[in-house]
């Protein structure tokens, strides 16, 4: 069966608020960020990179090992923000998922902590949508080559990959699959390519996009 790989924030969910308020939540507990905060919008920036290139970023003065040991318990509390508020799936998400899940295969590609996927799938009830699922927190690779991990892992011969980034189409050439930009989401990408402007016309597009794939 051909299959499509989602990457996740800004493709199938607006999860901003719920990571903010995890992120001030931790900041607020060390005097040393002096009252830091951030908004939905600024998390929103982030969505996209590994948790390593969101924190360097966000916490630039503090020791590397700081730094990483505040990631990490940002991470755990996003995933205790999202289990018990969610995120805002964009509309028609589900219907659209039961769609595609009867004519292909569906998996998730993030550049996620480890427990992010398992929050969204805990709170919304999505995850018998999907076959597989990998990211960077688990494996410690990029999205390309976590993309390659779930291709091989699941013996797929014909795929595209859904996602909202000029990330997630770097992520795709160094996979060597097909992208699909999701025009709704964060980010702009930096290509001329096939792209929807809402979940709902991913049916649609996706049977458009195999019947032209190369058998």
Same mark, same amino acid.
């Given at each position: 069966?051909?299959?499509?790989?989602?990457?996740?924030?800004?493709?199938?969910?607006?999860?901003?608020?719920? @990571?903010?308020?995890?992120?001030?939540?931790?900041?607020?507990?060390?005097?040393?960020?002096?009252?830091?905060? @951030?908004?939905?919008?600024?998390? %929103?920036?982030?969505?996209?990179?590994?948790? #390593?290139?969101?924190?360097?970023?966000?916490?630039?003065?503090?020791?590397?090992?700081?730094?990483?040991?505040?990631?990490?318990?940002?991470?755990?509390?996003? #995933?205790?923000?999202?289990?018990?508020?969610?995120?805002?799936?964009?509309?028609?998400?589900?219907?659209?998922?039961?769609?595609?899940?009867?004519?292909?295969?569906?998996?998730?590609?993030?550049?996620?902590?480890?427990?992010? @996927?398992?929050?969204?799938?805990?709170?919304?009830?999505?995850? %018998?949508?999907?076959?597989?699922?990998?990211?960077?927190?688990?494996?410690?690779?990029?999205?390309?080559?976590?993309?390659?991990?779930?291709?091989?892992?699941?013996?797929?011969?014909?795929?595209?990959?859904?996602?909202?980034?000029?990330?997630?189409?770097?992520?795709?050439?160094?996979?060597?699959?097909?992208?699909?930009?999701?025009?709704?989401?964060?980010?702009?990408?930096?290509?001329?390519?096939?792209?929807?402007?809402?979940? #709902?016309?991913?049916?649609?597009?996706?049977?458009?996009?195999?019947?032209?794939? #190369?058998?």
């Amino acid at each position: 069966m051909n299959a499509i790989i989602f990457d996740v924030d800004g493709t199938l969910w607006d999860s901003c608020q719920a @990571v903010a308020n995890a992120w001030n939540t931790v900041f607020n507990r060390y005097k040393e960020l002096n009252g830091k905060t @951030v908004t939905a919008e600024v998390a %929103k920036s982030f969505m996209g990179k590994t948790s #390593e290139e969101i924190f360097s970023t966000l916490l630039p003065d503090l020791e590397r090992q700081k730094m990483l040991s505040i990631m990490e318990e940002c991470g755990k509390e996003e #995933e205790v923000e999202i289990a018990k508020n969610g995120g805002k799936l964009f509309d028609n998400l589900e219907k659209t998922l039961q769609i595609l899940s009867q004519k292909y295969d569906l998996y998730i590609v993030s550049n996620c902590q480890a427990g992010y @996927v398992e929050a969204f799938f805990a709170y919304h009830k999505l995850e %018998k949508y999907f076959k597989d699922y990998e990211n960077s927190g688990r494996t410690g690779k990029p999205k390309g080559e976590n993309i390659k991990l779930i291709i091989e892992r699941n013996a797929i011969q014909k795929c595209f990959y859904i996602g909202d980034t000029q990330g997630d189409y770097n992520a795709t050439k160094v996979a060597g699959i097909p992208f699909l930009y999701a025009k709704y989401g964060f980010g702009t990408v930096d290509a001329e390519v096939p792209f929807i402007n809402s979940i #709902e016309e991913l049916p649609e597009k996706a049977d458009s996009l195999f019947q032209h794939m #190369e058998p």
